[in-house]
């Protein structure tokens, strides 16, 4: 299993400007995971982090919106940069040791 | 097609229940199945892992149809407590991320 630190658990935001969510794993992990979740809605990748590259962005998601840091196997951010209200939902990260996903807490973003 | 499909829902049941969750992915490479839980507004936490040969767990039982890209969850005598909205989740592209279907929630009433 995996335990996940993730923060900050909610912030509200004005549009333009940029929020960086951070996310500790308690063990070393090859890739990190980062999902958003819109209201309602199941979760979406957004992208896959690794040590030591560039961050895997899936369709729809750009690394000049969301660019990812990567520094250590521990340890992942995600910044939603000039955010709008579009962007108002929750933002979880992942990891998958053992094949199974395990979830940080959750940030609950609202942009106003 | 979406790759992962599920019962749209809600299901309302009362307590006591049996209620069966459904599902459907498109990828037949797929390797890994899982059921989650989401409470609201809270991160989903997985509720079983689901195998080729089918797994129980308790009131929960997982079944899996490989040549019909099925999963299903059944859930007998449910509680109140099983209200929640339920994921069912795939293996994707990199063998670790996951694919997740859009959920079905449930609410049990007294």
């Known amino acids: 299993s995996a335990v996940i630190s993730q923060k900050p658990s909610r912030d509200i935001c004005q549009r333009g400007t940029s929020l960086t969510i951070q996310c500790q794993v308690d063990?070393?992990?090859?890739?990190m995971f980062w999902y958003r979740q819109q209201p309602g809605q199941s979760l979406t990748l957004i992208a896959t982090a690794n040590q030591g590259s560039e961050a895997t962005y899936e369709s729809g998601f750009v690394i000049d919106k969301f660019p990812i840091s990567r520094p250590n196997l521990t340890f992942s951010t995600l910044t939603v940069s000039n955010m709008s209200p579009e962007d108002s939902s929750i933002y979880l990260c992942?990891?998958?040791?053992?094949?199974?996903?395990?979830f940080g807490q959750g940030t609950r973003l609202t942009v106003v | 097609r979406k790759e992962v499909e599920q019962d749209p829902g809600p299901f309302n049941v009362p307590e006591g229940a049996t209620v069966a969750f459904n599902c459907t992915y498109s990828?037949?490479?797929?390797?890994?199945f899982f059921w989650y839980r989401q409470d609201c507004r809270k991160e989903p936490k997985l509720l079983m892992s689901?195998?080729?040969s089918g797994n129980e767990d308790g009131r929960f039982t997982a079944q899996l149809n490989r040549a019909s890209q099925y999963i299903s969850l059944l859930i007998r005598d449910s509680k109140l407590s099983d209200s929640a909205t339920y994921l069912c989740v795939v293996n994707g592209n990199y063998g670790q991320n996951f694919v997740f279907g859009p959920g079905t929630r449930l609410s049990v009433l007294p």
């Open positions: 990828n037949s490479a797929s390797q890994s």
């Open positions: 689901v195998y080729s």
């Open positions: 992942s990891v998958g040791p053992g094949g199974r996903a395990f």
């Open positions: 063990s070393q992990v090859t890739m």
